[in-house]
């Protein structure tokens, strides 16, 4: 599974992110991301974000798998528990990216 994250906004508006392959990553980190992810049920997320959160922080995962391809977009408030230990996996991964 390709698993590609971003974190935007926030006070310093700095974007973060990664791109992940559990196919070439050590398999005990890739079980643990896998483990993540179903628990944080991603491909269920949809978009989610708090109308008046304007400093949030905003993630997007978008998670690539035998050609079908899932988008989740919420923000630092409207995170379930699940959704934030799977964020906190990825943010340790995560270096400044260029803006798209």
């Known amino acids: 599974m390709k698993v590609r994250f971003r974190q935007s ?3 310093g508006g700095l974007v973060l992110g990664c791109d992940l392959d559990t196919d ?3 398999r005990d980190e ?5 483990l993540l992810i179903r ?3 991603i491909q269920e997320a949809g978009e989610r974000r708090h109308p008046h959160g304007r400093d949030l922080l905003v993630y997007e ?5 035998r050609g079908r391809r899932t988008r989740s977009s919420f923000d630092s408030m409207s995170a379930s528990p699940q959704a934030e230990s799977l964020v906190q996996f990825l943010a340790q991964h995560a270096r ?3 803006l798209e």
């Open 61 to 65: 995962i978008v998670l690539e798998e």
């Open 24 to 26: 070439v990553m050590p």
């Open 96 to 98: 400044a990216v260029p």
């Open 9 to 11: 906004g926030g006070f």
């Open 39 to 41: 628990q944080a049920n």
């Open 30 to 34: 890739a079980e643990q991301l896998l």
